[in-house]
């Protein structure tokens, strides 16, 4: 596309104020979800722990955007906007991989397997307290286990990079782009590989250079568009009927205006894939 008259500073107000759209968007679905008052009862029920799971990544996800929008105004970002980004497309790509499921048995199912994932990793890190009072992390798997084949459905093996694959096809999918390349230039970035920050280097700093600020507001709104309406498509609904439209599809088209101006700002730059 031909450049534009804008200078860095309205690019990067452009840009921060979509984050703030992402922001309000995920904190407004989450407070929805919450209100159906799903309360624990020292069981693992797997209503309960797929709507806890869904707040919490949307949760998450107004984090990143609020910290995004705060720190996008600063050009030395350099590595930070990366971690932030990834952060969010993280979450997103998890609700999406949960909420997708073809029926409400299969949704639950999925939960669990993510749950089951997630307890394993943080062996060393959390406590679990049931009914019976403290398990441990292996009594705790088993129950996680047992619930999952007392439910009659079956799902995929729970992997976060086959989540991120299948979100990053899904919003982009018929582009001239790797699904992958985004979520892999967003982690070189992060963990600070070579030559990735290659690109960010400028007069012996890391900064934060336009092409990015537009790549990873696009990035994130691609994929938050695309699960937000996969779970407002769940056969276990965790929305009210409506909700997507009322809530997440006003903020997006009063979001779309600035989607336009920062894309009038894409250089023509595709994002490159670290290999390793």
Same mark, same amino acid.
């Given at each position: 596309?031909?450049?534009? /008259?804008?200078?860095?500073?309205?690019?990067?107000?452009?840009?921060?104020?979509?984050?703030?759209?992402?922001?309000?968007? %995920?904190? %407004?679905?989450?407070?929805?979800?919450?209100?159906?008052?799903?309360?624990?009862?020292?069981?693992?029920?797997?209503?309960?722990?797929?709507?806890?799971? /869904?707040?919490?990544?949307?949760?998450?996800?107004?984090?990143?955007?609020?910290?995004?929008?705060?720190?996008?105004?600063?050009?030395?970002?350099?590595?930070?906007?990366?971690?932030?980004?990834?952060?969010?497309?993280?979450?997103?790509?998890?609700?999406?991989?949960?909420?997708?499921?073809?029926?409400?048995?299969?949704?639950?199912?999925? %939960?669990?397997?993510?749950?089951?994932?997630?307890?394993?990793?943080?062996?060393?890190?959390?406590?679990?307290?049931?009914?019976?009072?403290?398990?441990?992390?292996?009594? *705790?798997?088993?129950?996680?286990?047992?619930?999952?084949?007392?439910?009659?459905?079956?799902?995929?093996?729970?992997?976060?990079?086959?989540?991120?694959?299948?979100?990053?096809?899904?919003?982009?999918?018929?582009?001239?782009?790797?699904?992958?390349?985004? *979520?892999?230039?967003?982690?070189?970035?992060?963990?600070?590989?070579?030559?990735?920050?290659?690109?960010?280097?400028?007069?012996?700093?890391?900064?934060?250079?336009?092409?990015?600020?537009?790549?990873?507001?696009?990035?994130?709104?691609?994929?938050?568009?695309?699960?937000?309406?996969?779970?407002?498509?769940?056969?276990?609904?965790?929305?009210?009927?409506?909700?997507?439209?009322?809530?997440?599809?006003?903020?997006?088209?009063?979001?779309?205006?600035?989607?336009?101006?920062?894309?009038?700002?894409?250089?023509?730059?595709?994002?490159?894939?670290?290999?390793?």
């Amino acid at each position: 596309m031909g450049t534009t /008259t804008r200078t860095d500073k309205e690019v990067r107000s452009r840009a921060g104020s979509l984050w703030k759209g992402i922001e309000r968007g %995920a904190d %407004a679905l989450a407070a929805e979800i919450r209100s159906r008052d799903l309360d624990w009862d020292g069981q693992i029920d797997p209503d309960f722990v797929l709507s806890q799971m /869904t707040v919490m990544n949307l949760l998450a996800v107004g984090d990143h955007a609020r910290t995004m929008k705060t720190l996008i105004l600063s050009p030395k970002l350099g590595p930070s906007s990366a971690t932030i980004a990834r952060g969010a497309v993280e979450s997103l790509a998890r609700i999406r991989w949960v909420t997708i499921g073809a029926t409400a048995d299969e949704v639950r199912v999925r %939960a669990l397997s993510v749950l089951h994932s997630d307890v394993n990793k943080s062996a060393f890190a959390t406590e679990f307290v049931g009914v019976e009072g403290e398990l441990d992390r292996r009594e *705790y798997l088993d129950l996680v286990t047992a619930q999952k084949r007392a439910i009659n459905a079956t799902a995929p093996s729970w992997a976060l990079s086959t989540a991120v694959r299948e979100a990053a096809a899904d919003a982009w999918g018929n582009a001239d782009l790797d699904e992958w390349t985004p *979520y892999s230039q967003l982690s070189s970035f992060a963990h600070g590989m070579m030559p990735a920050l290659g690109a960010l280097l400028a007069d012996g700093q890391l900064r934060l250079p336009r092409q990015e600020i537009v790549n990873h507001a696009a990035f994130v709104l691609g994929i938050a568009d695309r699960a937000v309406h996969v779970l407002g498509r769940c056969p276990l609904p965790l929305l009210p009927e409506g909700t997507v439209a009322q809530l997440w599809e006003s903020i997006t088209l009063r979001l779309e205006p600035l989607r336009r101006q920062l894309a009038e700002e894409d250089n023509g730059d595709r994002p490159f894939r670290v290999q390793g």
